[in-house]
């Protein structure tokens, strides 16, 4: 059975009605660059990667920032976690071990997987203080268990911890480019994301769906309303699981596990 398509050649990535061929072959072209990494090093950059193409960065390598760019990228990185400098990684790296998102996106996800949706409200009410906004919201979530199918993609089943370690690793990526931590000290710190990981997720399908809906409840609880309809991480995530130049099809989740360091502490959930 052939792909459907429309507007060119079929592409086995595509989700019609979503991801048409034409953006999967301008997904790839943005996520893989043409420069030969190591194969230990693409696959910790894969546990950044949702975040890396989401923000229109290579998801294969660390990205390098030159002139205007960079000075945009330095000061995005102030402005979200402090001085570009390793002191600031590793600090930073250690609060998100600690899951800042995810303990408290895991309550909310737990209401909408585990009660009807007639008692949302009543159980958001119980839970913690939420706008008409998001009340009026949060019926959507009933939906997303059949596209995040769709996609190829599980609803979550446990910890959306993911959506913080993808940005841990992306945070990590982003110091390389500004030269504030070394690329060979960077596999240290990605270790521990990917060390992370490995103790809530078995695959990656597993750990890019928490990512992908830690994000989509990230929006909701900060009532930035409007993002929880993009399929842009979606997408990212569709192109990383399933395209023949992604280190999914090549590495197991856990190929370079036990080269990698485990962080001092951990959020349990």
Avoid at 73 to 82: H, R, T, Y
Avoid at 150 to 179: H, K, Q, S
Wanted: hydrophobic residues 35%.
């Amino acid at each position: 059975m052939g792909f459907f398509s429309w507007g060119g050649e079929a592409h086995p990535c595509q989700v019609p009605g979503y991801l048409s061929a034409r953006a999967c072959r301008k997904l790839e072209k943005q996520m893989y660059g043409k420069g030969q990494v190591p194969a230990k090093s693409r696959w910790l950059l894969s546990f950044a990667a949702p975040m890396l193409a989401k923000d229109g960065q290579r998801a294969d390598g660390y990205p390098h920032y030159t002139d205007k760019r960079y000075d945009q990228m330095k000061k995005a990185f102030e402005n979200s976690w402090g001085s570009a400098s390793e002191s600031t990684v590793q600090k930073q790296l250690e609060r998100m071990l600690q899951a800042p998102c995810a303990s408290e996106l895991d309550p909310i996800l737990r209401i909408f997987r585990e009660f009807p949706q007639s008692q949302w409200e009543g159980q958001l009410s119980r839970a913690g203080r939420f706008s008409e906004k998001q009340f009026s919201r949060a019926a959507e979530f009933s939906g997303y268990e059949r596209r995040f199918r769709a996609y190829g993609l599980p609803w979550p089943e446990g910890t959306l911890f993911a959506y913080d370690l993808c940005r841990a690793g992306n945070m990590i990526c982003i110091a390389v480019g500004l030269e504030a931590v070394r690329p060979v000290n960077a596999p240290d710190y990605l270790g521990q994301v990917a060390w992370a990981a490995s103790q809530y997720y078995s695959a990656w399908e597993e750990y890019y769906a928490a990512y992908a809906a830690g994000r989509v409840l990230w929006h909701w609880k900060q009532e930035q309303l409007l993002a929880m309809k993009s399929t842009t991480d979606l997408n990212c995530c569709r192109l990383l699981l399933k395209s023949p130049k992604s280190v999914c099809g090549e590495m197991e989740f856990t190929q370079y596990l036990t080269e990698c360091p485990q962080p001092e502490t951990l959020y349990h959930p």
